[in-house]
């Protein structure tokens, strides 16, 4: 298993045809089933959920299917779906918090945020600054398991997660960079395994706690957990799948369902999409001026990064979204989740499904694509 994130190249060209409905502060979101009900449908998938949200909360929001392929136990509102890498503009928050507070700064190296690694990490990692880390400029390889070493191996590190991400750490700051080395953009998980590795020494709390005392809690983000969604023997919470030519592959839900805790930072999150609307306003608002779990600039620094990648966020550029739009894709290859996030136009639009696989990268961009059409519709002059 591995965490993966994709570019999506999306052109909207069309525009949703239902009724029309002008989105007021605070009401009811309007319910978008019917548009992602036949996106569901069309590529066959066991659920999807999606959502319009603005600055002053949830727009729209639309959730159907059932949580386990085959079965007739329906998905709800607060059912919660898998992020995948999306979870990474969450540690880069974390450590946002940490910059405000005087504890980090951008321009804080490797060797100075972990001092005790300094003298076995490999040379090249140790001028690498924080800023660099969270844009994936620090030289890392884009192969998440150490050399020697799988993935699946990490589950058996053992001590608390916190633990395991503090020898993985050890382990992999030996390695050496790859051949371009620090300053080159390369995607990699371990850049924010690294990142959240930081924040635990810096603060002294465990990567899970301060996501839910800096993040989850403030925003009321109550669906939120780490790993696999539901209880094992379940049908609790959406299961995850896997695809093998038209066959659905239900996994069942357990510790060893997702990713191991070593690169949680990067990606290991679930909630419902409605409360993962409640983080993305948060950027919204700082993206708008207004107050929040951080001050606007700290927003605007995530935002801005590197070129076409900020700090948890690729940047690239849609006429719908007025110019300038930030998005990002993630995916523990059982799963699919993507954001677009339009801060000139004030909306972002979600996607989440609970199967990975081609099939749930195509539903994903034909949903925000349609949620795109269907808001910038519905705000006509």
Same mark, same amino acid.
């Given at each position: ?18 009724? @029309? ?21 069309? &590529?066959?998938?066991?659920? !999807? ?33 898998? !992020? ?40 090249? &990692?140790? /001028? ?52 371009? %080395?620090? %300053?080159?953009?390369?995607? /990699? ?29 403030? @925003? ?36 060893? /369902? ?9 990606? /290991? ?56 739009? !930030?998005? =990002? ?49 519905? =705000?006509?002059?």
């Amino acid at each position: 298993m591995r965490v993966v994130v994709i570019i999506i190249s999306m052109v909207c060209t069309g525009a949703f045809s239902g009724a @029309l409905m002008l989105f007021a502060k605070n009401a009811t979101p309007v319910d978008i089933g019917s548009i992602v009900g036949p996106i569901r449908e069309k &590529y066959d998938l066991p659920a !999807l959920a999606g959502a319009i949200v603005t600055s002053n909360g949830i727009a729209a929001q639309g959730v159907v299917g059932m949580r386990k392929y085959g079965t007739q136990t329906p998905v709800t509102s607060d059912d919660e779906f898998h !992020l995948g890498s999306d979870t990474k503009a969450m540690t880069a928050t974390i450590i946002a918090m940490l910059v405000e507070k005087g504890k980090l700064s951008w321009s804080e190296t490797l060797s100075d945020a972990l001092p005790e690694l300094a003298t076995t990490m490999n040379l090249a &990692y140790r /001028s690498v600054r924080l800023d660099q880390l969270l844009a994936h400029r620090a030289g890392f390889t884009d192969a998440s398991s150490p050399i020697g070493e799988t993935l699946p191996d990490m589950h058996s590190l053992p001590g608390s997660p916190r633990d395991q991400r503090w020898q993985y750490a050890k382990m992999i700051l030996k390695e050496p960079p790859t051949q371009a %080395g620090p %300053g080159e953009f390369l995607y /990699s998980n371990r850049s924010y395994a690294i990142a959240g590795v930081i924040a635990e020494r810096t603060a002294n709390i465990p990567w899970e706690q301060l996501m839910r005392s800096w993040i989850f809690e403030p @925003l009321g983000m109550d669906t939120c957990g780490f790993g696999a969604m539901g209880t094992p023997g379940k049908i609790d919470q959406p299961w995850q799948h896997t695809v093998s030519g038209k066959v659905h592959i239900p996994i069942e839900p357990g510790p060893l /369902s997702d990713n191991p805790a070593v690169i949680g930072p990067a990606a /290991s999150v679930h909630c419902s999409v409605g409360d993962w609307a409640k983080f993305i306003q948060a950027h919204l608002r700082g993206e708008q001026g207004l107050p929040g779990i951080l001050k606007p600039e700290s927003f605007k620094t995530l935002h801005t990064g590197y070129g076409d990648y900020g700090f948890g966020w690729l940047i690239t550029q849609r006429p719908w979204g007025g110019g300038r739009v !930030l998005t =990002h894709a993630g995916s523990n290859t059982q799963n699919y989740a993507v954001v677009w996030m339009a801060p000139l136009r004030d909306f972002a639009v979600l996607a989440m499904i609970n199967q990975g696989g081609d099939e749930a990268f195509k539903a994903c961009d034909e949903t925000a694509s349609a949620l795109i059409n269907y808001h910038n519709v519905a =705000h006509q002059p």
